[in-house]
């Protein structure tokens, strides 16, 4: 099974360096302002993810989906409005189904990206491309954090799963059920564990991030498809 640093190391990148994380970024900010540009960063960036790490792509997915669809389906039977479904005391309204729609939509488009930015891009490569354009350092720190964290997500869901696994923890489905609030449960409590203690010792051996050079390629890919996003978004 390979780890997430390998998986970045042998992607195939049509967009590479720095030019990819700012690609990434800017992609992102798109997402998150235009709900109309959402489905076409859905199929853009998985479309490069398959391309880049093939079926690793489908490794690196499974953990975010853990929290979202137990909060999407939170929503789904929690808002008001004009009962659609009725299953004995749960009620799926018009407004709860258009939200939850909503919500996985703008969810899974920004998580396309970031899982595109993730499974191509090296840690210090993100932080050299984010030192290059003067970001604050509480920010760059913040997303430093917030890259690490995915990445020992992705680490601990492999060892549980081979943990559960040899325990039978997917026999049936019944137990697969619990398995998975089980890991899903423990997998956070131990990440944010993780990522506090990084915090910490970078904080007590005041260390510097990491900077690399490395060759940007894929300008005019880029270019063209942040500008289909931008013409996307401006439609009337």
């Not at 030019?19 to 798109?30: D, E, G, H, P, R």
Request: proline share 3%.
């Amino acid at each position: 099974m390979e780890d997430l640093e390998r998986i970045q190391i042998r992607a195939r990148k049509l967009i590479s360096g720095n030019i990819n994380v700012y690609f990434s970024l800017s992609a992102l900010l798109i997402a998150l302002i235009s709900e109309r540009v959402q489905p076409i960063c859905i199929v853009i960036f998985s479309l490069l993810s398959v391309y880049a790490v093939g079926r690793n792509y489908l490794k690196i997915v499974e953990i975010p989906f853990l929290f979202i669809l137990p909060g999407i389906l939170v929503i789904l039977f929690t808002i008001d409005g004009k009962t659609v479904i009725e299953l004995w005391i749960l009620r799926i309204t018009d407004k709860s189904i258009e939200l939850a729609i909503s919500t996985a939509q703008r969810t899974v488009a920004t998580l396309s990206v970031l899982f595109y930015l993730i499974s191509t891009t090296t840690m210090p490569e993100f932080v050299s491309a984010l030192r290059k354009i003067r970001l604050p350092k509480f920010l760059a720190e913040l997303m430093f954090l917030s890259y690490r964290t995915i990445q020992i997500l992705y680490g601990e869901l492999k060892r549980f799963e081979t943990s559960a696994k040899i325990r039978l923890g997917y026999s049936n489905f019944r137990i697969s059920l619990l398995t998975t609030s089980l890991l899903a449960k423990t997998l956070f409590i131990r990440a944010m564990e993780r990522v506090e203690k990084t915090s910490l010792a970078m904080e007590l051996r005041g260390e510097e991030f990491p900077e690399v050079n490395t060759k940007s390629r894929g300008f005019l890919l880029s270019l063209l498809l942040i500008s289909l996003m931008v013409s996307i978004a401006c439609l009337k």
